[in-house]
């Protein structure tokens, strides 16, 4: 099991990345997949998860309606649309595979996202 993060960087507030998680190794299609972060002397904190055929996806509320979390089964894919970005976001982002609510088996070696003025 493979999976690798991309498309971190540095951002001021209010701007716009998008994450990628390319996955292989397993059937990607067949697991729901999620976004961790960890901030700078915090503990992982769960961001959002996404099931198997896309169609239900899950948000904290620190992030709902700010963050949208989509997947490409087709490119073994996953993403994560960071719009509205604040300094509170800033973090090292990971994708996991997922097995049940907050349990994870599989992590990327993850992506910095840092939101600065």
């Known amino acids: 099991v493979q999976l690798v993060e991309s498309g971190g960087g540095m951002v001021q507030p209010g701007g716009s990345l998008r994450l990628s998680c390319a996955a292989s190794g397993f059937t990607f299609s067949s697991y729901d997949m999620s976004w961790v972060r960890q901030a700078p002397g915090k503990g992982p904190e769960w961001v959002s998860t996404?099931?198997?055929?896309?169609?239900?996806?899950y948000y904290a509320d620190s992030v709902k309606g700010r963050f949208t979390i989509s997947r490409d089964n087709a490119k073994n894919t996953l993403y994560l649309q960071m719009n509205s970005l604040k300094p509170e976001d800033t973090a090292l982002y990971y994708c996991?595979?997922?097995?049940?609510?907050?349990?994870?088996?599989?992590w990327g070696q993850g992506t910095q996202v840092t939101v600065s003025s």
């Open positions: 996404i099931v198997t055929g896309g169609g239900i996806t």
């Open positions: 996991a595979r997922t097995l049940i609510t907050y349990e994870y088996d599989y």
